[in-house]
């Protein structure tokens, strides 16, 4: 037996019982408690001096589990626009996309996929990256980064 919900919201959340009658040995019933949680966009402001390397992590509040199971893309937000720069699926290289936002040799994916532009430009000033992780087709987690670049 299952229970199928459709437009799942956070009110969902609970304790679900199921219990049936079985023959000969009565009722057989099993309990499940369900948390929904709410879409969480975690939003950070990084500051860097011009020409210098820029680290961003994909997602600073995440220790336990690891990132590189799971399929993320890391995209780039100027002006109501955003675009991608980095895809990465599990057990395979990262792929890098041409995009005209960022100079393709200024970018790399570095370890713990954490996103390193250098050098920074005072272009880069305002803009915002964020990083998608994508748990399930149904669960993905975000981080969004605005970048502020300090001439000296």
Known sequence: WA???KNVTVSLS???ECSFATYPFGT???K???????E???HYVKEVWLNQTLEIPCLEDTTSENL???PLKWLVGENGRKEELVTKEPSWPAVYRNGSTLDRQRVHLG???????FPTKITDDGRVFSCHVLYHPERVQKSSTTVRVFGK
């Open 14 to 16: 609970g304790q679900y």
């Open 3 to 5: 229970l199928h919900l």
């Open 32 to 38: 499940i408690q369900l948390i929904v949680k709410a």
């Open 111 to 117: 370890l713990n996929n954490t996103l390193k532009i």
């Open 28 to 30: 057989k019933a099993a």
């Open 40 to 42: 969480e966009e975690q």
């Open 68 to 70: 590189s199971n799971y």
